[in-house]
């Protein structure tokens, strides 16, 4: 019983404590020229599907709320940020040539396809991140339009 | 006596795990000190993981031979990969995905004109980004990638040439058809394997 007791005392100084290490912040005041959005005409639904699903980790600009604020899920978030940014940028799409970005919205349909992204992890406190199927065929469908056109 | 050893005792341990935590987050602050523009921090993750892998035997082909050579050492571990997929062996992709990360990295266009270089560039980018995903998904993923490396590849040989005689090859079935290259004319199919080992057609020669 008392080494319970002290093992919760330790997490619960411990949780305290790495509160106060502080953590990179994704944020940006400016949306950059070379932003998806700026360089495609973007329907209002898709753009605001995007933003919700993808942008936390694919732009330069996550929306914080409270619970992600929180160690140690800030520093999960904080991996999974520089992880997507690497892979793909919504800020920095135009600075990719037109076969890359031929090849990237492939990966994207593909993601969506298979439901890999938006990431479980993700989706299980963004509820509003995860795509329904009527979601999902309208994103692809206008993604594939795209691909076609460039 | 014993609430102080306690209170002590739980302290240090405090202190211990915040310390450990604190070093953690401290390297990670290191290589990501820019947190606005921490694409190029991010880049070189991905090469370092896939560095390891047996690409000694390529290095030595590739000595001083010039430009072709490594061009010809691409499309080598391009075929092996291929024949990886054709043979279901999702396993033996992996390794030959990260062979073909090095030798398309070492490919060097500067022999080439401007135009061809800027070309060339754009194509190894792509095609080193697809190789990787190759060296560490899943066969269906494997395949999904191997298709847009392909174009990238056949697109490659378009500029750089080959000594070889290549089939470029076509399954109308696969992702809404889809192309590869191989040095036999006869098709097995990189996309079905032995589900569909023949289905395809040669749709050009090369040389």
Known sequence: ?????????????????????????????????????????????????????????????????????????????EDHIKEGKAELNFNEWDSLSSRRKAS?????????????????SYTIIHKDAEFSEEEAENMINWITRLKDSL | MKTVKRTVGIAFLALVTVAFVSCKDGNKDHDNSDGHHDNEASAPMSSEMHQEGDTDVNKDMATNEGQD????????????LKDALVADDSDKAHTLGT??????????SAAYSKGQQEELNDILVDAIEHAEHISESPMEHQREHFKILSKDVIDMVAITGTATKLYEQFCPMYDGGSA????????????????????GKVQREIN
Not at chain 1, 53 to 65: A, E, G, K, M, R
């Open chain 1, 1 to 77: 019983m008392r080494i319970v007791k002290i093992i919760v005392i330790v997490l619960l100084v411990a949780f305290v404590g790495i509160q106060f290490i502080p953590t990179t912040r994704n944020q940006s005041e400016t949306v950059p020229q070379s932003d998806f959005m700026q360089v495609h005409r973007v329907p209002e639904a898709i753009q605001e599907k995007l933003q919700t699903s993808c942008y936390d980790c694919h732009s330069n600009n996550t929306q914080y709320p409270w619970y992600n604020k929180i160690q140690p899920v800030a520093w999960f978030l």
């Open chain 1, 104 to 120: 990237k919205l492939r990966s994207i349909i593909k993601q969506i396809e298979s439901g890999e992204m938006p990431l479980d």
């Open chain 2, 69 to 80: 050579a490594k061009a010809e050492i691409i499309l080598k571990d391009y075929f092996n």
């Open chain 2, 99 to 108: 062979t073909l990360v090095a030798s398309l990295k070492d490919f060097d």
């Open chain 2, 180 to 199: 590869w290259l191989s040095t036999n004319k006869e098709v097995r199919n990189p996309y079905y394997g032995s589900s569909m080992l023949k289905c």
